[in-house]
């Protein structure tokens, strides 16, 4: 299957902070998601993209879909403590197939 | 109503027993998933359903046998499995992929499974 590059890795923040975080791919996608995923748990959508260029918000979190759609990134503003978890991409192919960035780490510190 | 029901939640088996997983999901979705997620890693898709066949097999061992048996329900009947089969199985849904919106796919909360 196709792997999605994510970075950051990891990110230590201060609460309040704000975070940003990407995912590039070498093949084009027609959707990019971004889930976020609890230990133990399975992903849970947090926003869904659908043409190049666009740019959606969710509260705090707004993300962008790549002009190439090949790209997309992910920023949370003020970050809270229950902002912790592991961050996801996906993207979506002209199949029915998801396939999943390396993930990002988020710890927020109080 | 997004819900995606996964059964059981937790499964311990012998690498001789034979058991299912089971998934249900009944927003009306065409297209449904099952993924494998080991300890800090990705999801990573192994088979794909579309209108109840099976459309993609990502060069899953056999000892992996999914089963889509109607619209709502989705199974993986497992047999001889490995110690390093243990992982979380993740099943998913999503609309058929009609180039427009709402074609996002919705997960379950897992099986974890550990192979003694």
């Known amino acids: 299957g196709q792997q999605l590059n994510q970075s950051p890795q990891s990110m230590f923040i201060q609460e309040g902070e704000d975070v940003s975080m990407n995912c590039t791919s070498s093949?084009?996608?027609?959707?990019w998601l971004w889930y976020k995923q609890d230990p133990g748990e399975g992903p849970v959508l947090l926003i869904a993209?659908?043409?190049?260029?666009e740019l959606t918000s969710n509260g705090r979190l707004t993300a962008q879909f790549g002009i190439t759609r090949k790209d997309s990134f992910l920023n949370i503003s003020a970050s809270i403590p229950s902002d912790v978890g592991i961050y996801f991409c996906?993207?979506?192919?002209?199949?029915?197939?998801?396939?999943f960035g390396t993930g990002t780490s988020l710890t927020v510190i109080p | 109503d997004t819900e995606v029901t996964q059964t059981p939640k937790h499964l311990v088996m012998g690498m001789t027993n034979k058991k299912s997983l089971k998934c249900e999901q009944h927003?009306?979705?065409?297209?449904m998933y099952w993924y494998k997620q080991k300890a800090k890693k990705p999801p990573e898709l192994m088979f794909v359903?579309?209108?109840?066949?099976?459309?993609i097999n990502e060069s899953v061992p056999s000892r992996f046998s999914p089963e889509c048996p109607n619209s709502s329900l989705l199974n993986l009947h497992l047999h001889a499995l490995q110690p390093e089969d243990s992982a979380l199985y993740l099943c998913?849904?999503?609309?058929?992929?009609?180039?427009?919106?709402?074609?996002?796919?919705?997960f379950g909360q897992g099986t974890r499974l550990t192979v003694v």
């Open positions: 993209l659908y043409k190049a260029g």
């Open positions: 093949s084009i996608f027609n959707t």
């Open positions: 927003m009306g979705h065409r297209a």
């Open positions: 998913a849904s999503s609309q058929e992929n009609s180039g427009g919106r709402n074609t996002e796919a919705f």
């Open positions: 996906a993207g979506r192919n002209t199949g029915n197939q998801f396939y």
């Open positions: 359903y579309s209108y109840e066949k099976l459309s």
